[in-house]
């Protein structure tokens, strides 16, 4: 109730929250509070690898976590496939309209994961955003499109993660191959689950198989809730449980793309 109240304080009208299927606690209090589930997504990588990379790692430095994400885009913008900072309009259009138009986007509800576990709705301005930023990968005549943001904010999971990858799906394995091979380690994306359209068809599922990408044994689940204005906030049970000592007001600002 407490997050209700900041949420409405900072002007949020859609609240979003992601949990694992398994977390009966998690969605019996969301659900309580007026969440629905909107869509479900599975990690695709390589998680043998994934294991055994984490096995031996040490609490991870902020800097020289984000000066190696710095280098590998640096990496893929030698190797042409990322969109320059200062591409012109034409380039940022064709290659936000693979994204705009990709059923596997539009079926995971438009959201993409530009910090780890934090989802959000991708607008033309924002990918614009990251185009500036040097994050848009982008295959010969955009086939295949990614974001790879820069580290900013560290959770469990450091490993590369492309926030999205849009396209044909043989271009897309193509495109998660190839930065694969420039971070000498595997990479991670979200697929909407079950059945991401980017794999329907048998062939390019065989060629994901083939690779040795596969899906992770659990799936995250997103939560969301609209947040109306004029929308009483509930009441805590009982009464009288939850004390706001200070009205709730706005003290934080949106952060930028990556920070």
């Known amino acids: 109730i407490a997050g209700l109240a900041w949420a409405r304080a900072h002007g949020l009208r859609v609240l979003r929250y992601a949990t694992g299927h398994g977390n009966e606690g998690s969605l019996k209090l969301g659900a309580h509070h007026g969440f629905a589930?909107?869509?479900?997504?599975?990690?695709?990588?390589?998680?043998?690898?994934?294991?055994?990379?984490?096995?031996?790692?040490?609490?991870?430095?902020?800097?020289?976590?984000?000066?190696?994400?710095?280098?590998?885009?640096?990496?893929?913008?030698?190797?042409?496939?990322?969109?320059?900072?200062?591409?012109?309009e034409t380039a940022i259009g064709a290659a936000w309209r693979c994204v705009d138009t990709d059923p596997t986007f539009e079926s995971g509800g438009r959201l993409y994961e530009h910090r780890s576990w934090s989802l959000q709705r991708l607008t033309h301005e924002r990918f614009a955003a990251h185009v500036r930023r040097g994050e848009v990968l982008a295959a010969r005549?955009?086939?295949?499109?990614?974001?790879?943001?820069?580290?900013?904010?560290?959770?469990?999971?450091?490993?590369?993660?492309?926030?999205?990858?849009?396209?044909?799906?043989?271009?897309?394995?193509?495109?998660?191959?190839?930065?694969?091979?420039?971070?000498?380690?595997?990479v991670t994306v979200r697929l909407p689950d079950p059945a991401p359209p980017l794999l329907a068809d048998p062939g390019v599922a065989a060629a994901w198989h083939q690779a040795w990408i596969r899906p992770h044994d659990r799936s995250l689940l997103i939560?969301?809730?609209?947040?109306?204005?004029?929308?009483p906030l509930p009441v805590a049970e009982p009464p009288g449980a939850l004390e706001l000592r200070d009205p709730p007001r706005r003290i934080a600002a949106p952060p930028e793309i990556g920070d």
């Open 37 to 88: 589930r909107l869509a479900d997504r599975r990690t695709w990588g390589r998680p043998e690898l994934e294991e055994g990379a984490e096995a031996g790692r040490v609490a991870p430095d902020p800097t020289i976590e984000a000066e190696r994400r710095r280098e590998l885009l640096a990496a893929l913008a030698a190797d042409g496939l990322a969109l320059a900072a200062d591409a012109p």
């Open 223 to 231: 939560m969301e809730r609209p947040l109306p204005a004029d929308e």
């Open 141 to 186: 005549g955009a086939t295949a499109v990614a974001i790879l943001p820069h580290v900013a904010h560290f959770s469990e999971d450091l490993r590369p993660h492309l926030a999205v990858l849009a396209g044909g799906g043989r271009a897309a394995l193509g495109l998660l191959l190839a930065v694969e091979r420039r971070a000498g380690g595997p």
